[in-house]
């Protein structure tokens, strides 16, 4: 039975270029206070273009409804349970956008003298020590735009600090069932990628693992707890040979929220780790970014961290550029500073009790595999943290697979879990409720999953042909791709 | 907690469903030496009102009040109301990437229409769905360049942004991707073309140029493609002032165009979050980075839109993916693309028209250091920038960018930007400041 | 029931070879578009270009899957089926025919020794 959902109207809405009239606006500008200048005199006439062909012409009131309509076309986390798996998809406190909107930091320009900067660079400081808190790491930067940045940030600092020692070595080692951006990410900073193989419990494999060190391994990027949601219980036996190799450790923080409170990467031998602002400090996802992707490192990489950094001395904030030995900066300016504020605004309002946001994650998660595994395979038993992976096996035998459930779970009002991944489960279904759910919402999301078991078995047709309530059906990908069409484009005779 | 939507009763039912009796047995298996002995070192949890207060005292400690001619990548420019309306909807902030296009029509409709009017403002044919800022776009652009190409130098002029060509450097280090630098012409501030040629062969991937360049100066864009495509290179064009295409003529001649478009309707927040853009001609379309939506039908046959293109994505193809990025910047990417909707085909141009008078106001009696043509910005020759910016800043304006820093050649010059939001007023007084330094900084007395 | 061509060679990776001289045509097999399902691009090498048996010389891309081309034979390009840009609905429609991909210039032609018959390609494809 579906009971979240009631289906209702939405609103038509054509493209922005399809509400275009000539003579329509949406703006006013002040009368210019000043002479007017002649384009062509000033740029050159060759330097000035003609109309902006085809750009839209639509009022106000038409934009607010353009994009009001438009809002309604999408579920969010506002809407109910989004149980991305590895996705972290919590609450976005309001009050962090206030925050982010507070005059003297939204309208901060990145040049204006330190004199004049010193809340933002407080802002900044304060986050740093804070995460460095949190991971147990000694020092941290923020300028990384997202988590794929971080891990590369991360992994030119590993590289920095061997070559320091005379040899960069060629190789990092990635299980195999990590996220698909860390052997890009290793590629992308110069070396070889090699696979570590998991074992029956989903755990890195240590006699593999074992097998793999040498002088060549310079390190590994490891996801603790791993994509399975399971802890890497070697994890110090792990990074312990690593070291005794002169290799070092990069851990992906993507599951931090898992340990917050908890454990700290620091304590169990990490080297350098990146942490997702917008996964477990609550910044806003937004469609896709922006998020903010910190690198925590111990006092051994350091030096290479990129510049400036920002020091305190005297009661006053300064930035630090003579640092011989930084990789460089990895973005312009100091990073993505509106999702600091945002992501130290949810520090501040969860303080020293952040560890109790973390057990509501473990809860939850452990409080869904309950409910759910009465219906549905789970590949690994081990004891889930904050994700819990089952698959499609039992479901596929009646020819309905992990995008079909994925898709029919929508019917029921909810958004899909991650579908297809970890690639070492075949039909994934990965789950990961986030701290922010009550259980009134779980109990739905385990009857819903419940229910589309029982249809899969008594009528595969209406799960595979799921879903059936939303305004579009399911779309043409392979049209799409063979044939794109990726900008609108006025018909000839428009023109 | 007000975060944490659970009673302890319900904590309790919940535990015992999952066969356990308190909420530390759900950590109980980890390795004991892994767990945190003591409690996090961090203040108190804080209520919302204190929350604001923190953050508001913090923001007081910043340029309230002050007027600013600081450009240089990041510039003032009016934000329209609507804008952080649009944004502030619960489904475009709350949601995740649209993978799952049935429920994501929203945010996959809003980048088809900034993806065309990418193209309509850049001349290109195909744009993506933005990417972390313009300076991580330029990498992408040059990875890009040297995958077409299957060439392996890049050149890059001087007149980019200073701390682009830092992103730049950092980012390809480790890719054989070897970064040249060429000058600038030091009457007119325009690219060196000598310098170029002289420095073009058949190992250059891409030629990448920026225009209006770092010192505001417009490229000739054209020259620039020509000599690039002789040697078999491709140019790459980049802007950081998008208010600039509102005006000028779009960089067609060149390859692939990689932007900043925080000048439209994305706060300065002292330097991020940003939204940068990578646009190219279709038939490169297959080795552009980032995420690209594409429109198609639904199994109703009704027009509807999906991420496609995905098998260059990371997660697809892993180590052998065309860039490690996922994501795009689609909520700050949203702000430029209503932005775009309400300024339109006129408007933006009349912005456009706005910041070229209120520029060559402020220049106007100054000394101005180059002599190519100017947008918004321009280097102003003053002798001392800083005792020039420390004078300003006793009359609440914050002077320019002093350009010492990046150019040793122009120590005694600084980087002024005049937008829409420039008073007539506010550059007078600037004006009058100049003035009145012991050795005056007006062209017209100092003559 | 597919029909797999006895004048062809085949490999364990799915592509086929047809030798004419000492020219060969290669493509993929219908069990190869089969398990790929729809393909949407095709990325072929440059003309001119050499290949070695056993090594990659392009991808086929399906919406969600990139799968890596194998040459069934050693040679250089002589020519690229260019059709396949505007259409590779062709490799699923006509893998063994239409859709050939690229047509190379045997530099070992007795390299096709290695090669399954059509007869044994089936086998063991069925296997």
Redesign the interface.
Known sequence: MVSKVTPHLSQNEP???ER?SPG????Q??P??????D?AG???A????G????????S?VE??R???R??????????GL?P?GS?T?????R?N?????????????????E??????M??MAVLER?LA??T?MDAVTLQP?????G??TGI?LM?ACLESRGDARSAILVPDSS???N????????YE?VNVKSTSRGLVDMEHFRSLLNPSVAGIMITNPNTLGL?E?N??EITRLLHDNGSLVYMDGANMNALA????PG??GIDVMHLNLHKTF?T?????????GPVAVKRVLEPYL?TPRIVLKDGTYRYDDNLPES?????????????F?RAL?Y???????????T??A???A??L???IEPYYDLPYK??S?HEVVFSDAIQTKLGVKTGDI??RL?DYGF??YTTS?PLIVPGAMMIEPT?????QELDLFIDAMASIAKEAEENPDLVRNA?HS?????????????K?????EAAANDQ | ??????SDS??T???E????SS?ND??A???P????AQ????????S?Y???D???????????G?A?F?G???Y?HYR?V?A???????????????Y????????L??I??F???I???TGM???N??M?????AVPEAALMAARITRRSRILVARGV?P??R??L???V???DLPVVEFGFNLESGEIDLVDLESKLDESVAAVIIQSPNFFGV?ENTKAAAALAHQHGALLVSVFTEAVS??????PTDADIVAGELQSFAI???????F?GVVATKMAH?RQLPG??????????G?R???L??S?R?????????T????????????MAT?F????????????A??N???A??LEDGLERRFSG???NEFVLRCGSPEAL?EAL?GEKI?GG?PLGRYYPELADSMLLCAT?MS??EE?DSFKRVCAAQPESLLAKTTA | MSNYPANFRYTKEHEWVLVEGDTGAVGITDHAQSELG?I??VDLPQVGSTMTQGETFGSV?S?KAVSDLYAPISGEVTAINDSLAKS??KLNSDPHGEAWLVKVKLTHPDEIQHLLSAEDYQSYIEG
Not at chain 1, 284 to 292: E, L, M
Not at chain 2, 39 to 46: D, R
Not at chain 2, 54 to 64: E, I, V
Request: net charge neutral.
């Open positions: 493209l922005l270029f275009s329509k606006k949406g703006y500008l002040p210019l206070d000043v002479p007017s200048v384009p000033a740029l050159g060759g330097n000035v273009r109309e902006l062909k085809g750009f839209p012409e639509v106000e934009t607010i353009h994009f009001t438009l809002s309604t076309w999408n579920y969010a986390i506002d809407l989004y991305l996705c998809m919590k609450y976005n406190p009050v956008e206030a925050a982010a909107r507070v005059e003297g930091l939204a309208w901060g320009h990145p040049y204006q003298p004199s004049l900067a010193q809340g933002a407080e802002i804070y808190e949190i147990g735009a997202a988590g794929a940045h891990e590369f030119l590289r996220h698909g951006t052997p890009a990410t290793a590629r992308m900073c110069g990628v802890f219980e994890i110090s409170g908890v454990s700290r304590d169990f609550s806003p996802h937004g469609g896709g970014g922006p998020g903010a990129p990789i460089g900066k990895v973005r312009a300016f100091y990073g993505n500073f509106g999702v504020v605004a520090i501040l309002a969860h303080g020293s009790d952040l560890r109790n946001a057990m509501d473990l809860l939850n452990n409080y595999r309950a409910g081990d004891r943290l994925a898709k929508i958004h899909p991944f701290e922010t759910e009550g259980k879903p939303t305004r579009v059906k399911r779309v043409d990908e392979v049209t799409a791709a063979r794109p069409i990726v900008r609108w | 907690m007000r975060y944490l939507p659970k319900e904590r039912e919940m535990l469903a999952c066969g356990l909420l759900l950590i298996h980890l390795p030496e892994v767990l945190q409690a996090l070192e961090l203040p108190p949890g804080k919302e204190e929350i604001m923190y953050f508001r005292a913090r923001g007081d400690r910043m340029a309230n002050y600013s600081l240089g990548g990041v003032r329209p609507l952080d309306v649009v944004v502030s909807r619960s489904e475009f902030l709350t949601s995740y990437t649209p799952q296009a049935e429920i994501s029509q929203g945010t409709m809003t088809f229409e993806q065309t009017m193209c309509q403002l044919e195909v744009a769905a933005s972390y800022d313009g300076s991580t942004h701390e682009y830092d992103v450097r950092s980012s280090k480790h890719q417009v295409l509102g005006l000028l003529e779009p706060s300065p927040s002292y330097g991020g979050p939204a379309i995420r690209i939506v594409g429109q198609t039908t639904d199994a109703d009704k509807a839109f999906c496609t293109l098998t994505e990371q997660h697809i193809r892993r180590e052998k993916a860039s490690n990025i996922c994501t795009n910047q689609a909520l700050i990417a949203l209503v775009m909707a309400i300024y339109g085909k006129v408007g933006l141009r009349e912005l028209m706005q070229l008078a209120k060559h106001y043509p100017f947008f910016n800043l914050i960018i829409e008073s007539r550059m | 729809d949407v691009y891309e919406v590779p609905e």
